[in-house]
């Protein structure tokens, strides 16, 4: 298997690679890194280069490993910038040239530019003698690219300043500051790549290293999860801290977080209220895409099956509670008071009472019924069987059997999101538990059934991780994407 040298003394670059999943050696190399005035995307690549060349360098002469192993290689290096109005911003000085250059910074956007250069030594010419390297350089391949980043600043007052520069985070730093640090908490918000400000744009480096031949995995992007039985018990009206905060994270980090789930856009809204226009929702199982506040994607159910399938459920009043749901909320037709309760406290859905909803003349979007407990024997032995070649129909968690139009489905919600955002199956994580997971699961590569899924749910899934007991969800986001 041909081997990765990163030549790269940065523990920021290392840990970037290894949240990719990428296996690799480091090499250590010094060279000069002075460079005469230019523009900032010329300058990273020719440094970029000018530390691929002498690792090479090195390599052939028979340095590290790969000496005794004679395998093929290929050399990773990079190098970064921060500019802001046209100043290049290198690691600062001293303490006060940090302080200037966050000032240069607070308040207004800058750019950083990463350069990398990668080459690829075939097999056998590791370890090549410095004199046979020149004959062998025709064979090798060599590829530089750079990317660019804007990143946006806060404005921060003196006493900001001085308490960040104090914290020491700036030193050694170019532009005076760690995006994925204390200053995190000053950025505004960024366009392009996150993991380019921290010191290599992972994206592009797994397709160049493709190019070259290198299986290399795509970073991850998205990451998507169903609610009930999957991050949280059945019904459960809260979610725990932690996930909150690991929200919190993946956005800084450039990662889109999405909830998908059968549960209403302001039921989850409320659940996730702390960090509420921070999250993607596909909700009522992929009808109802709504993101920033805007509806992204509603998906209708035909007139005709509305008012057939509202009919039949209306025969099961006395044993089951019935939700009917629109874009802008739900309708209960005559509900007993705790299912109102249910509705009302544990969901915080958003509802109206309606004597009858065909009156009404709103869309609808779902249909589904409840049982406290569990409604699998009902659902899975009567009602589905009965509708589920003219509507799509599936249990939604144990106490759920929802109704949707026959081309809704978790998966075709998460395929228009992963088409309207650029992102592709390699690069989400999905996680579920149930049925109706089952769709998006395949739409993730890096799909995750928890420990207490149905079978043939953990069948499609590529791992299986703990269940929402052990907070399954949030230890693989933390160990795979956070580096714990």
Excluded at 177 to 197: E, L, R
Aim: proline share 3%; glycine share 10%; hydrophobic share 35%.
């Amino acid at each position: 298997m041909m081997k990765l040298i990163l030549a790269s003394g940065s523990p920021r670059r290392r840990e970037l690679m290894h949240r990719c999943g990428l296996e690799f050696e480091l090499l250590k190399v010094d060279v000069d890194e002075s460079y005469a005035p230019g523009q900032p995307q010329e300058i990273v690549e020719m440094l970029s280069k000018r530390k691929a060349e002498a690792a090479e360098e090195l390599l052939r002469g028979g340095a590290g490993e790969q000496k005794r192993s004679g395998d093929g290689c290929v050399i990773i290096c990079a190098d970064t910038m921060v500019a802001a109005d046209g100043e290049i911003l290198g690691k600062p000085k001293d303490r006060e040239d940090a302080g200037r250059m966050i000032r240069l910074l607070q308040g207004r956007t800058h750019q950083v530019y990463t350069g990398v250069t990668l080459i690829k030594i075939p097999d056998g010419m590791c370890g090549e003698t410095a004199s046979a390297g020149k004959a062998c350089c025709e064979s090798f391949s060599m590829a530089t690219f750079s990317e660019k980043t804007d990143v946006i600043v806060r404005s921060m007052t003196e006493e900001e300043i001085a308490a960040y520069v104090e914290t020491g985070e700036c030193d050694d730093k170019a532009g005076a500051y760690a995006i994925q640090g204390i200053f995190s908490s000053y950025i505004q918000g960024f366009v392009g790549d996150y993991d380019n400000v921290v010191g290599l744009p992972m994206k592009r480096l797994s397709m160049e290293l493709r190019k070259l031949g290198y299986p290399a995995p795509m970073p991850i992007h998205m990451v998507v999860t169903d609610i009930d039985g999957t991050l949280v018990k059945d019904s459960s009206p809260e979610v725990y801290p932690e996930m909150i905060d690991a929200i919190r994270k993946l956005r800084k980090m450039g990662i889109l977080f999405c909830i998908a789930t059968g549960r209403q856009y302001y039921s989850v809204r409320h659940m996730f209220q702390e960090v509420a226009d921070e999250i993607i929702y596909l909700c009522e199982n992929g009808a109802h895409v709504v993101y920033n506040g805007q509806d992204l994607h509603i998906k209708e159910m035909k007139g005709d099956i509305v008012r057939e399938l509202l009919l039949e459920l209306r025969q099961y009043r006395e044993r089951f509670g019935l939700v009917i749901s629109t874009p802008k909320g739900c309708y209960l037709e005559h509900p007993s008071e705790d299912f109102e309760t249910l509705i009302r406290d544990s969901y915080h859905n958003k509802y109206q009472l309606t004597d009858d909803f065909l009156k009404e003349d709103v869309p609808c979007i779902k249909m589904a019924i409840y049982q406290k407990g569990s409604i699998r024997e009902f659902g899975e032995g009567e009602i589905i069987p009965r509708w589920k070649d003219r509507v799509k129909t599936c249990m939604a968690g144990e106490e759920w059997v929802d109704f949707m139009d026959s081309h809704v489905d978790k998966g075709e919600g998460l395929q228009f999101l992963q088409e309207y955002f650029g992102i592709s199956r390699e690069e989400t994580m999905v996680f579920g538990d149930n049925a109706n997971d089952i769709g998006m699961l395949a739409a993730g590569q890096e799909s995750y059934a928890v420990e207490n899924a149905r079978e043939e749910v953990r069948e499609k899934a590529k791992y299986t991780c703990p269940g929402y007991q052990e907070k399954g969800v949030y230890n693989v986001i933390a160990g795979r994407l956070f580096g714990r």
